[in-house]
């Protein structure tokens, strides 16, 4: 028999009027099974607090869409590339920021017996605040890393503890482990992999909870038969480091940096080679759009990154500086010179010019832009017009 239509509209009405305090009971739900569901405007996972800067205000500025920010807290990232474009420095050397800004603790996983106190302490790390634990296996490197965590979790500890792996690359399961001491040859079978996507996905959550940074060195290789080359190289221990990571930034080397014969940098057996000129490209970006990329990076094997290098190649894409052939100007006609003689100065910089670079930078990049600011304002300006109509239609029930 066909429904009466009166029934149906009462339905219908009851349907329309469910409060949001029933929503909220059937909400309970979820509150009852999961104690960090929060509505997204009141999440505390879901923000990042902090920055740690990498020592190199291009690079944060590729990472962060700022040049005083860097590296996310409470996040996963990533630095791979091939040997000798200072990973392991670079760690180090956000390490040594960290430590400046309150993060007292630092735990080095260790799988290539890389890291060197003499190398850290020059790079401005205290070496007595950091716990380095050798690691030769991927599930003893997981196990230890979730035992920390939750540990820091029951005790409430936040942004205290910065926690490194160098590499991911030379981690082995412990079956690799066990068929090369028995004299097996057996094929991994992806065994790898799995086991290193176990250990990402254990740390995210629980890095995110006490805002500890995650981060990360992996090797890459290319494939020299393939036709076309891609620009994001593979990493060592299959994909799962790209999906898992806030960040990842591909380092490659430009070209070896050669020393002066005054500032006494390169020895002597080194033919005046210093360091390495890097390019950095953002192979993923949660915070930022990706595939941006930072070059003229200066390392310099003994005292790290460059803090203004790769600012000049930024600020003429921004046309804060213009460039002419080999010679470049202010964007108000004052001739600089060539690019050598100021691009590494720290008073040019530091005279209004970063300033104005950096805002140009957060303006374009960030998601959190003007544009946003602009929309804000207008649902908080329809929502107060909302109510003082409300307001006015009660009064008039009120008469």
Same mark, same amino acid.
């Given at each position: 028999?066909?429904?009466?239509?009166?029934?149906?509209?009462?339905?219908?009405?009851?349907?329309?009027?469910?409060?949001?305090?029933?929503?909220?009971?059937?909400?309970?739900?979820?509150?009852?099974?999961?104690?960090?569901?929060?509505?997204?405007?009141?999440?505390?996972?879901?923000?990042?607090?902090?920055?740690?800067?990498?020592?190199?205000?291009?690079?944060?500025?590729?990472?962060?869409?700022?040049?005083?920010?860097?590296?996310?807290?409470?996040?996963?990232?990533?630095?791979?590339?091939?040997?000798?474009?200072?990973?392991?420095?670079?760690?180090?050397?956000?390490?040594?920021?960290?430590?400046?800004?309150?993060?007292?603790?630092?735990?080095?996983?260790?799988?290539?017996?890389?890291?060197?106190?003499?190398?850290?302490?020059?790079?401005?790390?205290?070496?007595?605040?950091?716990?380095?634990?050798?690691?030769?296996?991927? *599930?003893?490197? =997981?196990?230890?890393?979730?035992?920390?965590?939750?540990? @820091?979790?029951?005790?409430? /500890? $936040?942004?205290?503890? !910065?926690?490194?792996?160098?590499?991911?690359?030379?981690?082995?399961?412990?079956?690799?482990?066990?068929?090369?001491?028995?004299?097996?040859?057996?094929?991994?079978?992806?065994?790898?992999?799995?086991?290193?996507?176990?250990?990402?996905?254990?740390?995210?959550?629980?890095?995110?909870?006490?805002?500890?940074?995650?981060?990360?060195?992996?090797?890459?290789?290319?494939?020299?038969?393939?036709?076309?080359?891609?620009?994001?190289?593979?990493?060592?221990?299959?994909?799962?480091?790209?999906?898992?990571?806030?960040?990842?930034?591909?380092?490659?080397?430009?070209?070896?940096?050669?020393?002066?014969?005054?500032?006494? *940098?390169?020895? =002597?057996?080194?033919?005046?080679?210093?360091?390495?000129? @890097?390019?950095?490209?953002? /192979? $993923?970006?949660?915070? !930022?759009?990706?595939?941006?990329?930072?070059?003229?990076?200066?390392?310099?094997?003994?005292?790290?990154?460059?803090?203004?290098?790769?600012?000049?190649?930024?600020?003429?894409?921004?046309?804060?500086?213009?460039?002419?052939?080999?010679?470049?100007?202010?964007?108000?006609?004052?001739?600089?010179?060539?690019?050598?003689?100021?691009?590494?100065?720290?008073?040019?910089?530091?005279?209004?010019?970063?300033?104005?670079?950096?805002?140009?930078?957060?303006?374009?990049?960030?998601?959190?832009?003007?544009?946003?600011?602009?929309?804000?304002?207008?649902?908080?300006?329809?929502?107060?017009?909302?109510?003082?109509?409300? *307001?006015?239609?009660?009064?008039?029930?009120?008469?």
């Amino acid at each position: 028999m066909a429904r009466r239509k009166k029934d149906t509209e009462t339905e219908t009405e009851k349907n329309i009027v469910t409060s949001d305090k029933d929503l909220d009971k059937a909400f309970k739900v979820i509150d009852d099974m999961n104690e960090d569901a929060t509505m997204l405007s009141e999440t505390p996972l879901s923000d990042v607090n902090d920055w740690i800067s990498t020592g190199c205000y291009a690079l944060n500025a590729i990472i962060s869409g700022n040049c005083y920010k860097g590296i996310p807290s409470g996040r996963v990232t990533g630095f791979y590339g091939l040997q000798a474009c200072g990973k392991t420095l670079l760690l180090n050397t956000i390490v040594a920021n960290a430590q400046k800004k309150g993060y007292s603790r630092t735990v080095y996983f260790d799988s290539e017996t890389a890291l060197d106190k003499m190398c850290a302490e020059r790079l401005g790390c205290d070496i007595t605040q950091i716990k380095h634990a050798p690691v030769e296996l991927i *599930e003893d490197c =997981r196990n230890q890393v979730i035992a920390l965590l939750t540990k @820091l979790i029951e005790m409430g /500890a $936040k942004r205290k503890v !910065v926690i490194v792996i160098d590499s991911l690359g030379n981690l082995s399961t412990r079956k690799e482990l066990t068929d090369a001491q028995n004299n097996h040859d057996a094929a991994d079978m992806g065994l790898r992999a799995k086991t290193l996507s176990s250990m990402m996905r254990l740390i995210t959550y629980r890095a995110a909870k006490i805002e500890a940074p995650v981060l990360f060195s992996n090797h890459i290789y290319e494939n020299p038969s393939a036709l076309y080359p891609t620009l994001i190289k593979k990493q060592a221990g299959g994909l799962k480091p790209l999906f898992i990571a806030s960040v990842l930034v591909q380092l490659s080397v430009s070209n070896n940096k050669a020393a002066d014969d005054k500032n006494g *940098e390169a020895s =002597r057996m080194s033919d005046k080679i210093t360091g390495v000129n @890097l390019t950095a490209l953002t /192979a $993923k970006n949660r915070f !930022v759009p990706p595939f941006i990329s930072a070059s003229d990076i200066e390392l310099n094997f003994r005292t790290g990154l460059n803090k203004y290098s790769g600012l000049l190649d930024l600020a003429v894409k921004y046309d804060i500086i213009r460039q002419t052939g080999s010679v470049y100007q202010t964007d108000q006609g004052t001739s600089l010179g060539y690019g050598a003689t100021f691009k590494n100065n720290p008073e040019f910089w530091e005279n209004g010019v970063l300033e104005k670079l950096n805002k140009a930078i957060e303006s374009d990049l960030t998601y959190s832009n003007s544009k946003y600011e602009e929309l804000k304002k207008e649902i908080e300006a329809t929502e107060e017009l909302e109510k003082i109509a409300t *307001e006015e239609e009660l009064e008039k029930l009120d008469k």
